[in-house]
């Protein structure tokens, strides 16, 4: 079984577009992320929910708004889309809120604005 | 300007060799740890070091926390083909309750 999973694993839109990806996880952790990482390697963490509330929203701009209907779903819905949205986002997971537990991650969603 | 200064940013060696992996701060971590990510796929946690002057061994590999906690060293002992991945070192930030990603090392171990 999937521990961390994301849905899509690819996706191409144009510019202006808006587009949803999703992340469930089975471990019955309390605390999700997501994280952006670009065309360098560099993983950088946007989100961090608790137990359904927003505890870390790191600078991302307002175009960006993660959802999280309950603890083992935290979803990513991002408009008006920008050239420069294109990277890989990982959703992550740990037991506790702490960010030295351990993180989880999923597989990612490698997003590529045209 | 990066927390945390990963070096070196690329690394080719032959397997069998040594290698080691650097991971530079000037600021005070209460942990770190230590990734491990193949092509396609997330990372994976290798180690969290704790204590200033710890030292983890994970097989070939070996995991050192500076005594003043903020930096450490990744050593792998004779590589090996499948050690081939990019590591990230990640330091649990005491002011923001995040970690916080170094840019990563390639390495590339060639048979």
């Known amino acids: 079984d999937t521990a961390v999973s994301q849905t899509p694993k690819y996706l191409v839109t144009q510019m202006g577009n808006d587009k949803s990806i999703k992340c469930e996880q089975n471990?019955?952790?309390?605390?999700m992320y997501w994280y952006k990482q670009d065309s360098k390697k560099f993983l950088k963490i946007m989100f961090s929910?608790?137990?359904?509330?927003?505890?870390i929203n790191e600078t991302v701009p307002n175009r960006f708004s993660p959802k999280s209907p309950d603890k083992a779903h935290l979803n990513l819905h991002i408009n008006s889309l920008e050239l420069g949205d294109s990277a890989v986002y990982f959703c992550?997971?740990?037991?506790?809120?702490?960010?030295?537990?351990?993180?989880?991650f999923g597989p990612g969603t490698r997003l590529t604005v045209t | 300007t990066q927390l945390l200064e990963q070096s070196p940013q690329f690394l080719s060696i032959q397997e069998g060799e040594n290698l080691t992996v650097y991971c530079n701060s000037s600021?005070?971590?209460?942990?770190l740890q230590w990734y491990r990510q193949e092509p396609g796929e997330g990372p994976v946690l290798l180690v969290t070091?704790?204590?200033?002057?710890e030292v983890k061994k994970l097989k070939r590999l070996t995991f050192q926390f500076g005594d003043a906690r903020k930096d450490s060293s990744l050593h792998i002992t004779a590589a090996q083909t499948g050690d081939t991945g990019l590591y990230l070192c990640?330091?649990?930030?005491?002011?923001?309750?995040?970690?916080?990603f170094g840019a990563g090392t390639i390495l590339r171990v060639k048979s």
């Open positions: 992550a997971s740990s037991q506790l809120i702490t960010s030295g537990d351990e993180q989880y």
């Open positions: 471990l019955g952790h309390d605390t």
């Open positions: 929910y608790n137990n359904k509330e927003l505890i």
């Open positions: 600021s005070v971590f209460s942990s």
């Open positions: 070091v704790v204590t200033g002057g």
């Open positions: 990640a330091g649990e930030w005491e002011y923001g309750n995040k970690l916080v």
